[in-house]
């Protein structure tokens, strides 16, 4: 078997980690959240659940990849054969429960950057995403053919994925990551300070963002002991944990490497970055609410709607620069949606390189096409319907149980102190005793209570 290959420098793999962690997610559902959550007030069940569960199995993720050299599949097998099956499960379900409908809306991002150039989305926004460019079916059932400019862009995704994930880490996804992340950066706080320029747009980011409303995180209160469970929930699926992406990524580090330090500011800046994000946000539906007087709290909502049917909106309504203000603003979530796409195809990949021994440039192709076709599915005009349907099951169930089996089998099968032991081994900052009993008891308790809580919820 040839050389695993290796990142090529520690900035690149933690570019490489925050592209993943920091998606569609952080723009479009970060925000409402804590606006619906308590604003400022959000930040704390936020912030405990970083702590608490965020933060420990990014390092256990990043300690598994490391210590094992594989991906999930192998990975598991290699602490315990009978856990393989579970290895396939979060790659698995990562590609097939996000990556295909993931590579959809980046289509979709795509058809609005172009749609940016004269606002063609007209003035009832809302009516246009829904019966003009996706023409959404009757129900889910109803596939009712293929949306021919979303298929366009879900293949050109899929194609840029390819050519990125074709090439060893060091030269695919490394480089794209060193390309793309400095660049939505700039671009992001561009759209931050526009936004803040705006009239309307401070007022609405004090009362609505920041003014903490304590009263809705009470964990005593039945909205409020929610609002902590979303809080877990949200936590996850930004980091990108429970699909094996963390773990592969944490595959191709060199030997000697810091882990805890690397868990930290992958974590930490993937949240830096939503919060952030927040202020434009925020300040762009302020005013927009303010220059059409209407009430904030029906202008904002969260998801698909915010950017494709909020956004425009609001970019209609500014006096100056509309072109711009949307051809950046849909350039940041194609490039935030890109770098979490290539982390899922490689995550996938790499479980199938690494177990089969498989050759790189064959399976990759093999599964961009499989990924693509599967995709279909989203561009036809039910997939708005279906993509709701996948994502329900996929971030309520689908990466918490990932991570309950990685804490089981990190903190009981291999042994919390032996993982801790190959953490301190590898150099950097030290973990202390604590991290054994949060990996043991703490993180997969919150877990399984979080499984619970979304299970009641569906059948109450
Ligand atoms: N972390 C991404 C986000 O916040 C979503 C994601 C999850 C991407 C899992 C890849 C894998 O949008
Ligand atoms: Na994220």
Same mark, same amino acid.
């Given at each position: 078997?040839?050389?695993?290959?290796?990142?090529?420098?520690?900035?690149?793999?933690?570019?490489?980690?925050?592209?993943?962690?920091?998606?569609?997610?952080?723009?479009?559902?970060?925000?409402?959240?804590?606006?619906?959550?308590?604003?400022?007030?959000?930040?704390?069940?936020?912030?405990?659940?970083?702590?608490?569960?965020?933060?420990?199995?990014?390092?256990?993720? $990043?300690?598994?990849?490391?210590?094992?050299?594989?991906?999930?599949?192998?990975?598991?097998?290699?602490?315990?054969?009978?856990?393989?099956?579970?290895?396939?499960?979060?790659?698995?379900?990562?590609?097939?429960?996000?990556?295909?409908? $993931?590579?959809?809306?980046?289509?979709?991002?795509?058809? $609005?950057?172009?749609?940016?150039?004269?606002?063609?989305?007209?003035?009832?926004?809302?009516?246009?995403?829904?019966?003009?460019?996706?023409?959404?079916?009757?129900?889910?059932?109803?596939?009712?053919?293929?949306?021919?400019?979303?298929?366009?862009?879900?293949?050109?995704?899929?194609?840029?994925?390819?050519?990125?994930?074709?090439?060893?880490?060091?030269? !695919?996804?490394?480089?794209?990551?060193?390309?793309?992340?400095?660049?939505?950066?700039?671009?992001?706080?561009?759209?931050?300070?526009?936004?803040?320029?705006?009239?309307? *747009?401070?007022?609405?980011?004090?009362?609505?963002?920041?003014?903490?409303?304590?009263?809705?995180?009470?964990?005593?209160?039945?909205?409020?002991?929610?609002?902590?469970?979303?809080?877990?929930?949200?936590?996850?699926?930004?980091?990108?944990?429970?699909?094996?992406?963390?773990? *592969?990524?944490?595959?191709?580090?060199?030997?000697?490497?810091?882990?805890?330090?690397?868990?930290?500011?992958?974590?930490?800046?993937?949240?830096?970055?939503?919060?952030?994000?927040?202020?434009?946000?925020?300040?762009?539906?302020?005013?927009?609410?303010?220059?059409?007087?209407?009430?904030?709290?029906?202008?904002?909502?969260?998801?698909?709607?915010?950017?494709?049917?909020?956004?425009?909106?609001?970019?209609?309504?500014?006096?100056? !620069?509309?072109?711009?203000?949307?051809?950046?603003?849909?350039?940041?979530?194609?490039?935030?949606?890109?770098?979490?796409?290539?982390?899922?195809?490689? *995550?996938?990949?790499?479980?199938?390189?690494?177990?089969?021994?498989?050759?790189?440039?064959?399976?990759?192709?093999?599964?961009?096409?499989?990924?693509?076709?599967?995709?279909?599915?989203?561009?036809?005009?039910?997939?708005?319907?279906?993509?709701?349907?996948?994502?329900?099951?996929?971030?309520? $169930?689908?990466?918490?149980?990932?991570?309950?089996?990685?804490?089981?089998?990190?903190?009981?099968?291999?042994?919390?102190?032996?993982?801790?032991?190959?953490?301190?081994?590898?150099?950097?900052?030290?973990?202390?005793?604590?991290?054994?009993?949060?990996?043991?008891?703490?993180?997969?308790?919150?877990?399984?209570?979080?499984?619970?809580?979304?299970?009641?919820?569906?059948?109450?």
């Amino acid at each position: 078997m040839s050389q695993r290959s290796l990142w090529g420098s520690k900035v690149g793999f933690l570019l490489a980690a925050i592209g993943s962690a920091v998606g569609l997610g952080n723009i479009w559902r970060f925000g409402y959240m804590a606006y619906e959550n308590g604003g400022g007030a959000f930040l704390v069940p936020y912030v405990v659940a970083l702590l608490l569960a965020g933060i420990p199995l990014m390092i256990l993720e $990043y300690t598994l990849g490391h210590r094992e050299k594989a991906a999930p599949p192998l990975a598991f097998a290699r602490i315990d054969r009978r856990w393989e099956t579970i290895g396939w499960w979060m790659p698995t379900i990562a590609f097939f429960g996000i990556n295909l409908f $993931y590579a959809a809306v980046i289509g979709w991002c795509m058809n $609005y950057f172009c749609f940016s150039v004269n606002q063609a989305w007209g003035a009832d926004t809302g009516d246009f995403f829904m019966n003009t460019f996706l023409q959404v079916s009757d129900s889910p059932f109803e596939l009712g053919g293929i949306r021919w400019p979303i298929l366009a862009g879900t293949v050109l995704t899929w194609v840029i994925s390819w050519a990125i994930c074709f090439r060893e880490v060091n030269h !695919g996804i490394e480089k794209a990551s060193m390309i793309f992340m400095p660049l939505l950066v700039v671009l992001t706080l561009v759209l931050i300070g526009w936004a803040l320029r705006l009239e309307g *747009a401070w007022p609405a980011i004090k009362e609505h963002y920041l003014t903490a409303r304590w009263d809705k995180i009470n964990p005593f209160t039945a909205s409020g002991s929610k609002v902590w469970v979303e809080a877990f929930g949200q936590i996850f699926f930004t980091l990108s944990l429970g699909f094996g992406i963390m773990i *592969a990524y944490a595959s191709y580090l060199p030997k000697k490497t810091d882990i805890v330090g690397n868990a930290l500011i992958t974590s930490v800046l993937n949240c830096l970055y939503s919060f952030l994000t927040g202020f434009a946000v925020f300040g762009t539906i302020g005013f927009m609410a303010a220059s059409k007087g209407v009430p904030f709290a029906e202008a904002i909502t969260s998801g698909p709607g915010l950017a494709f049917v909020v956004y425009p909106e609001a970019i209609n309504q500014l006096p100056t !620069g509309q072109t711009i203000f949307g051809m950046l603003f849909f350039l940041v979530l194609i490039m935030a949606g890109l770098s979490s796409a290539i982390s899922l195809v490689e *995550a996938f990949c790499c479980s199938l390189i690494d177990k089969f021994d498989f050759d790189r440039k064959k399976t990759v192709t093999w599964v961009c096409v499989l990924g693509c076709l599967g995709s279909v599915v989203f561009t036809t005009r039910a997939g708005l319907w279906i993509l709701d349907i996948v994502d329900h099951f996929v971030n309520n $169930y689908g990466l918490v149980t990932g991570g309950i089996f990685e804490c089981l089998l990190v903190g009981w099968v291999l042994k919390a102190a032996i993982a801790r032991k190959h953490v301190d081994q590898a150099g950097g900052v030290k973990l202390n005793k604590g991290w054994e009993i949060l990996v043991k008891f703490v993180t997969p308790a919150i877990l399984i209570l979080v499984i619970g809580f979304a299970l009641y919820s569906e059948f109450s």
